[in-house]
């Protein structure tokens, strides 16, 4: 006669220098559910043999998930500060294990499949992702705007931005070596933090893996904390301002070559495309294109600098080159030349103008010197004023 085998659910008390695994839970509110959470990661651990604890990082709950963490074995550690980053980043500050999984405690994600990640990290991984969309998405797990566009979008733009490995930037449920990732300085408090992981551990060329997760549908009754536009554009936000090359500098050397491309052209004369006559108008559009460009271009040096300044990513050669090159020297003198030209040529027109007794103005002819002119001083005090600004930022 067959008989079912119980697994305890309790951990035995492992001490904190033995502790391989760390398996943390945000929560708030979560009392439908955690238990059971913490009952799966509590199997995982007998049954697999890893020295572990379950620790709950509680962000002020008020319906009694702390005593039921407690009766269960698990370690409370209290959050005031709140927020799902804040949660986590002070769970796994409190956290003794070599390695720590991380993942929600709304029962979304198997904590008893945890072992691939173990494996995963004991052959020297950093950082193991999961992978929902390999591992599978049981239907009512993830609304249609998140499958579909919010999570696709957004990490391949993780991906483009930050040539990182990894196809599901947003699961929930990942491990990492403590150490490692507490060396990252991370720092966002919300949802976003779970890009900030990903994106500062590519930035330090930290080792990285992806296991298959399943997604199911969370136990609670209520509404997810989360909310779809408002955290999606706090991830956006985050991927775009520590990637300063495609949020300033591809828009802005695409900006600038083509209003040089059309200066080049109609500075000689007005061009006429078919039915269509590009003027002294056309020729202004352009000016501020290159000039916008340049300055997009130039806040992309900055901000390299200011991250490194900052430690928010490594060094690296390319960075060293715009050191090199920004010199306040090099930037100076560009500065002047430009500066320099500008004025003789808005000379030349005021001397053109000046020979007809400042009467009768050709205005195409002058706004063709003028707008050069303007140009080259826009570019020249901006040159001036980046090479300054870079000079404080790289000195020691």
Not at 9 to 16: D, F
Not at 332 to 357: D, F
Not at 360 to 370: C, D, H, I, Q, S
Request: contains cysteine.
């Amino acid at each position: 006669m067959a008989s079912d085998i119980m697994v305890e659910t309790r951990p035995h008390a492992v001490a904190a220098n033995d502790i391989e695994l760390s398996i943390v839970m945000p929560c708030l509110n979560e009392a439908e559910t955690l238990a059971i959470c913490i009952e799966k990661a509590n199997r995982f651990l007998a049954t697999s043999g890893v020295a572990g604890e379950v620790v709950i990082a509680d962000n002020g709950s008020t319906d009694g998930s702390q005593d039921i963490a407690r009766s269960l074995g698990a370690r409370v550690v209290d959050v005031p500060a709140r927020g799902y980053g804040a949660a986590l980043q002070a769970g796994i500050i409190a956290s003794h294990g070599r390695y720590v999984a991380m993942g929600d405690s709304d029962d979304s994600y198997d904590f008893e499949g945890l072992m691939p990640f173990v494996l995963k990290l004991r052959e020297g991984y950093e950082l193991v992702m999961g992978n929902r969309f390999q591992g599978g998405i049981k239907p009512g797990a993830m609304p249609p705007l998140h499958r579909y566009l919010g999570n696709p979008v957004l990490s391949f733009a993780g991906r483009l931005f930050y040539d990182a490995p990894i196809g599901d930037f947003h699961c929930g449920l990942r491990a990492f070596r403590r150490d490692s990732i507490m060396a990252l300085g991370l720092r966002t408090t919300g949802m976003e933090f779970a890009s900030e992981m990903v994106v500062k551990a590519t930035l330090a060329h930290i080792r990285m893996a992806e296991v298959p997760t399943t997604l199911s549908p969370d136990g609670r009754s209520r509404p997810p904390h989360l909310r779809s536009w408002r955290d999606g554009w706090r991830h956006l936000k985050f991927l775009l301002t520590f990637a300063p090359k495609w949020l300033f500098f591809y828009p802005g050397a695409a900006l600038a070559g083509i209003g040089l491309v059309l200066l080049i052209a109609l500075l000689p004369g007005s061009l006429r495309l078919g039915s269509v006559t590009l003027g002294v108008h056309t020729l202004l559009f352009a000016a501020a294109g290159v000039i916008i460009g340049a300055q997009l271009m130039s806040f992309a040096v900055v901000a390299r600098l200011f991250g490194v300044r900052e430690r928010l990513w490594p060094t690296s050669p390319r960075i060293e080159l715009a050191r090199t090159w920004f010199s306040i020297d090099r930037t100076c003198v560009a500065g002047a030349i430009m500066l320099l030209a500008g004025i003789v040529i808005a000379a030349v027109a005021l001397g053109g103008w000046a020979g007809t007794g400042f009467r009768n103005m050709n205005v195409e002819g002058t706004m063709r010197l003028a707008i050069p002119s303007v140009l080259l001083c826009a570019l020249g005090v901006q040159a001036l004023v980046t090479g300054f600004f870079t000079a404080l930022l790289t000195s020691d």
